[in-house]
Every structure is written in C-alpha cells, then in structure tokens.
C-alpha cells in the first residue's frame, strides 16, 4: 500500500515537472517569438520625405528602416519602437521632430519587417539600436539623440552608447523580470517556480540571462542627459517603473503623465508632450 502511494505521488510530481516545463517553454516561445505586426503606414503619409533602407547588426541582421532627412539640421534622432510592434507605431510619436532633425526609424529584429527569428526582450536588440548608430556616423553625423518607447526605451538605456548625446525614455521598463512576474501575477505564488523555469530555459536555449535585461542597472552610468516619461496609469509598465529607473540617477528628468495609459502621454496631452520633448532635445542635443 505504501509502495502504491509513494508510486503515485512520484508520478504526480513528474507529471507535475513535465507540465512546468512544457508551460514554461511554450511561453517562453510565444514571447520570443512573437507575431509580425505591420502598421501599414509610412512618412509618406504624413506628408514626409523618406528613404527605405536596411541596416545590418553585427551578428549579420538585416533590419528594414527609414531614414527622414532633415537638410536644416546636421543633428539626428533615433526613433526606437515597443514590442511587439514596429517603426510604423511610432511614427506618430516621432513626427513632430521632422522639421527640427533627421530621423531614423527601425524595425527591430523578429518584429516589422526585419530578419531574425526570435526577440530578447531588449537585450540582443541593442545590437539593432547599435546598427542605427552605426548608419548616422557613417553619414557624418556627430551630435545623435534617441526617444525610445517602451522597450524601445528600455533599448537606448540598456545600450549606453557614448555616442548618444541625449535619450527620451517614455515608459520603459525598469527590469524584465518584474515585467514577467507582472504578466504571470495571477499564478500566484506558483510563479515564481514557473518564471524561474522559463529563465533556465532561455539561459539554455537561447543563451540570454533574463536578469541582466534591466536598465535599472545600467542607467546610473549613462552621463547623457535623459528624460523619462511615464503614464500615471500605466497597466503594461506600472509608474513604479519609471520612479525607481528616475531614483537610480536622480540628474535625470522624470515627467509622470497623469491620467494616461500606457502609450498615452501623447495622445493626452498632445502640445505639452512635443513641447517638452522639443525642449529637452533642442537643449541637450
């Protein structure tokens, strides 16, 4: 009789096991891997100048992007997207910046229409951020600024290029592993088993050490100025977020939007956000 039990409960915690895994590797996969979103819209429909071009990352990733140029300015901006999305989602967050600069807009990798299989979540992804970089300077530009939304922002900040001379964070996320356990707070406290078997297999199979995808560690050592923006209400990114990114380097600029959502600030309040990013780039870059 104790023999059957003990079989039982063996067998209940290797199914158990098994389930976990299976659980943790298909989210992990559906997060790594996630669906092609295209917007559909370009500058031309906003009325603006464009080149389509590629960009190519180190580790041999073509990467579909527009270059706006602006023959007023010998200044440049890089324009750095959220996930899942592409270029064409912040298009209209970065327009308003066409008369004053030139812009570059990118697709990041497995997202758009860029090459690439899989998304780290920001972290091999700076490598895309670093090709966009790479293009200005081969065009002759020196003085280079970045507005990245969401973990576009979480992108430039995790980067810390020297060669960025002002950077606009709007809702970036403070660590991936606390937007994971955001995501899977309903779990209860049986996510932290399951978050911790999806790390393990994406050290494994990927070789990405989900906690070292967090800008909270390296923001205290970018000596650009920058200017964080994050909606009081934000459900994707809670407001904690941007305080503890503003906390960690307290010469930053922290703007909280109150009353938006996430990717709302500007819809909101629409002439105070352009005003306040124009300000801070016309002063810093």
Known sequence: MNYLILKILSRLVIYGLIIYISLSLYFL????????????????????????????????????????????????????HGYPSDKGNVLGLASFL???????????RAMGKSQGKFSTGGWREREDFFAAIRFLKDKGFKDIGALGFSMGGAVILMANSQDIKAIVADSSYASLDSVLHLIFRNFGFFRYPFIGMMKLCARIFFKMDVDSVSPLKYISQIKAPIFLIHSEQDSQIPLEHGQLLHKANLKNQLWIIQGAEHGGGLALKPEEYQEKVLDFFQDNL
Do not use: M
């Not at 023959?71 to 890089?78: E, F, H, L, P, V």
């Not at 066409?98 to 990041?108: C, R, S």
């Open 98 to 108: 066409a008369p004053h600069y030139n812009l570059i807009l990118f697709d990041f």
């Open 29 to 80: 996969y559906v997060y790594i891997h996630p669906s092609r979103f295209i917007s559909g819209i370009s500058p031309k429909d906003l009325g603006l100048e464009y080149e389509d071009i590629t960009l190519k990352t180190k580790d041999e990733i073509k990467l579909a992007a527009w270059f706006i140029p602006q023959k007023k300015s010998n200044k440049a901006i890089i324009v750095c």
